[in-house]
């Protein structure tokens, strides 16, 4: 079962979809309407799955269909997802990323600053590259170890897709990084068989 609690009112009346991505193709698995800033989905499963919660025009939120009861809050700058392990664990996950991202967003601010303190261009070009560095080696890390930590459930898979989407996105074709090379390179046999990122890794051959 999914539930959610929404306190925006724009949301009422919306249809609210839970969707799968198959072959780059985002397909409806349950959908139903938010009446009063709740909605509501249940139904069998066959397996453990990561889909995503749209709601709306744009937004959408990952969430780990499961057996149990997925809660979902959200409010004007906050989403939660709880209730099943594995949602708590990718939440936990989620919220360790948007902390190192808040600090790394904060930087344009700290050089704003050490302008006004009289600090020369390149002092400011040494101590924001260092911090930026350690924020990027930092979330290497928490992505790192969580991929690695899941490797034996779909949150492995998924963040480790994550990644290949985004090395995409950067290069315009099918393409590794060193992280992923490392991350794939000690991966057990059985989620390099995983379709997604067998099917990923065979196109960047």
Same mark, same amino acid.
């Given at each position: 079962m999914v539930q959610g609690i929404s306190s925006q009112s724009m949301l009422d009346g919306q249809m609210a979809y839970l969707k799968t991505l198959d072959?780059?193709?985002?397909?409806?698995?349950? /959908?139903?309407?938010?009446?009063?800033?709740?909605?509501?989905?249940?139904?069998?499963?066959? /397996?453990?799955?990561?889909?995503?919660?749209?709601?709306?025009?744009? /937004?959408? @939120?990952?969430?780990?269909?499961?057996?149990?009861? #997925?809660?979902?809050?959200?409010?004007?700058?906050? @989403?939660? #997802?709880?209730?099943?392990p594995l949602n708590d664990r990718l939440y936990r996950f989620l919220t360790s990323c948007d902390s190192l991202s808040i600090l790394r967003a904060d930087l344009p601010k700290r050089e704003s600053e050490m302008y006004l303190e009289g600090y020369t261009q390149d002092e400011i070009i040494d101590?924001?590259?260092?911090?930026?560095?350690?924020?990027?080696?930092?979330?290497?890390?928490?992505?790192? %170890?969580? @991929?690695? %930590?899941?490797?034996?459930?779909?949150?492995?898979?998924?963040?480790?897709?994550?990644?290949c989407n985004q090395a995409y996105a950067i290069f315009g074709y099918p393409t590794t990084t060193p992280q992923i090379d490392e991350l794939y390179g000690k991966a057990p046999e059985a989620f390099k068989k995983q379709k997604d990122v067998a099917d990923y890794m065979r196109r960047c051959q």
């Open positions: 072959e780059n193709l985002y397909k409806t698995l349950d /959908s139903c309407e938010v009446l009063h800033g709740k909605f509501s989905m249940s139904g069998p499963l066959d /397996s453990v799955m990561c889909v995503r919660l749209f709601l709306g025009e744009n /937004s959408f @939120i990952p969430i780990v269909l499961e057996q149990g009861n #997925v809660q979902i809050e959200i409010g004007n700058s906050q @989403i939660k #997802v709880a209730g099943t101590e924001l590259a260092g911090k930026e560095m350690d924020i990027s080696r930092a979330l290497d890390k928490l992505e790192t %170890e969580f @991929i690695s %930590e899941n490797y034996d459930n779909v949150l492995g898979v998924m963040w480790f897709m994550e990644l």
